[in-house]
């Protein structure tokens, strides 16, 4: 079997690669980089996904394709949104049917959901996405259900936040915090629910999900998640630097929090925002019971390996050249300034 992964470059999409060689698929990537960490028995696309010549090119002679790429939200870029997470993804469709591949794994976003009116949130629950990212990726789900009606097998797999080892991006800011010993905000609602993902655990979803055939729709999480409290609690008493949980004010944090991400100072999007403070977690029982699928890691083992990771690789991080976002690490003069502010509550 053979199968191709967009984005194979990136965070995700390496480690997925990683998993279908050990599961025995023949692998191809597709990426604007190239990366140095895949072996010599991948072999390597450098194109963008927008590219019908080499889209069709990269498919030819594949099982299954895995489309990873998307414009991630901290780009604020809403032509880029919609050019490459819709216009890319219904590219990458148009090929896969031209050349009649077996089977397309689609990976989603929780932020076309939006803010749902009722947790937990089911594969059924309506899509309200209240950002240019989560609309884009709603409107890339539509085109997959689109040529799913014309007989392409395409499968929906939407994630909850994914963490896992070499997983910075924002979480840079939280792990950066407790080092230094420093309180970690959350906002009032301290007992808000909240659901991560480990990034292996999504990758074993995807590969199972490529081996059932059919169009269906998997929301992925950790079984085992609770409060943001306990969670960062438990990470802190790991630590052993001092930090600790403080809980703000909702309303005066939240109003500071968006003045200063609207000025583009906050290494946060917009749906991050949205989201930051709110209880958000799916129901995976359909997943579990279709794919055969049981996520190992809790919230707090999550945590604790993606915090250990960074400690570890504190003096490389940032070095490497052609890192994608979720590897790469955000301003950390931005991430002071959101700190000393948070700490004046």
């Given at each position: 079997m053979k199968a191709l992964v967009t984005g194979g470059a990136g965070y995700?999409?390496?480690l997925l690669l990683r998993n279908l060689i050990r599961s025995g698929w023949e692998c191809r990537s597709l990426d604007l980089w190239r990366s140095d960490e895949h072996p010599d028995s991948v072999e390597q696309v450098q194109a963008d996904i927008r590219d019908r010549g080499a889209v069709r090119s990269a498919v030819r002679g594949v099982d299954a394709?895995?489309?990873?790429?998307?414009?991630?939200?901290?780009?604020?870029?809403?032509?880029?949104?919609?050019?490459?997470?819709?216009?890319?993804?219904?590219?990458?469709?148009?090929?896969?049917?031209?050349?009649?591949?077996?089977?397309?794994?689609y990976l989603s976003s929780s932020a076309v959901y939006g803010v749902p009116a009722e947790l937990p949130v089911t594969e059924n629950t309506p899509l309200h996405p209240a950002e240019p990212y989560g609309r884009s990726k709603q409107e890339a789900e539509k085109a997959c259900r689109e040529f799913a009606a014309r007989g392409l097998d395409?499968?929906?797999?939407?994630?909850?936040?994914?963490?896992?080892?070499?997983?910075?991006?924002?979480?840079?800011?939280?792990?950066?915090?407790?080092?230094?010993?420093?309180?970690?905000?959350?906002?009032?609602?301290?007992?808000t629910h909240y659901q991560?993902?480990?990034?292996?655990?999504?990758?074993?979803?995807?590969?199972?999900?490529?081996?059932?055939?059919?169009?269906?729709?998997?929301?992925?999480?950790?079984?085992?998640?609770?409060?943001?409290?306990?969670?960062?609690?438990?990470?802190?008493?790991?630590?052993?630097?001092?930090?600790?949980?403080?809980?703000?004010?909702?309303?005066?944090?939240?109003?500071?929090?968006?003045?200063?991400?609207h000025t583009g100072m906050l290494p946060l999007a917009p749906y991050h925002a949205l989201m930051y403070g709110r209880a958000m977690y799916f129901d995976t029982r359909h997943a579990q019971s279709r794919l055969g699928w049981a996520p190992r890691y809790s919230n707090e083992d999550m945590f604790i390996e993606s915090y250990d990771w960074f400690i570890a690789n504190r003096g490389l991080i940032g070095s490497g050249p052609n890192r994608s976002p979720h590897q790469s690490a955000v301003n950390s003069r931005l991430l002071d300034v959101c700190s000393r502010l948070l700490s004046t509550f």
């Amino acid at each position: 079997m053979k199968a191709l992964v967009t984005g194979g470059a990136g965070y995700f999409g390496t480690l997925l690669l990683r998993n279908l060689i050990r599961s025995g698929w023949e692998c191809r990537s597709l990426d604007l980089w190239r990366s140095d960490e895949h072996p010599d028995s991948v072999e390597q696309v450098q194109a963008d996904i927008r590219d019908r010549g080499a889209v069709r090119s990269a498919v030819r002679g594949v099982d299954a394709v895995f489309h990873c790429v998307a414009m991630v939200p901290l780009a604020r870029d809403r032509a880029a949104f919609d050019s490459v997470n819709t216009g890319g993804t219904r590219v990458l469709l148009e090929a896969c049917q031209h050349a009649a591949v077996g089977k397309v794994i689609y990976l989603s976003s929780s932020a076309v959901y939006g803010v749902p009116a009722e947790l937990p949130v089911t594969e059924n629950t309506p899509l309200h996405p209240a950002e240019p990212y989560g609309r884009s990726k709603q409107e890339a789900e539509k085109a997959c259900r689109e040529f799913a009606a014309r007989g392409l097998d395409v499968t929906i797999v939407r994630p909850r936040t994914i963490l896992g080892h070499g997983r910075l991006g924002i979480f840079q800011a939280l792990f950066d915090w407790i080092a230094r010993g420093r309180r970690i905000p959350v906002l009032a609602g301290y007992q808000t629910h909240y659901q991560f993902l480990h990034a292996d655990d999504l990758a074993d979803a995807c590969v199972r999900a490529a081996e059932l055939p059919g169009p269906d729709v998997f929301n992925c999480g950790a079984s085992r998640h609770g409060s943001i409290r306990s969670a960062l609690e438990t990470l802190c008493d790991h630590a052993g630097t001092g930090a600790r949980v403080s809980r703000l004010p909702r309303v005066p944090v939240s109003v500071a929090l968006a003045a200063l991400n609207h000025t583009g100072m906050l290494p946060l999007a917009p749906y991050h925002a949205l989201m930051y403070g709110r209880a958000m977690y799916f129901d995976t029982r359909h997943a579990q019971s279709r794919l055969g699928w049981a996520p190992r890691y809790s919230n707090e083992d999550m945590f604790i390996e993606s915090y250990d990771w960074f400690i570890a690789n504190r003096g490389l991080i940032g070095s490497g050249p052609n890192r994608s976002p979720h590897q790469s690490a955000v301003n950390s003069r931005l991430l002071d300034v959101c700190s000393r502010l948070l700490s004046t509550f």
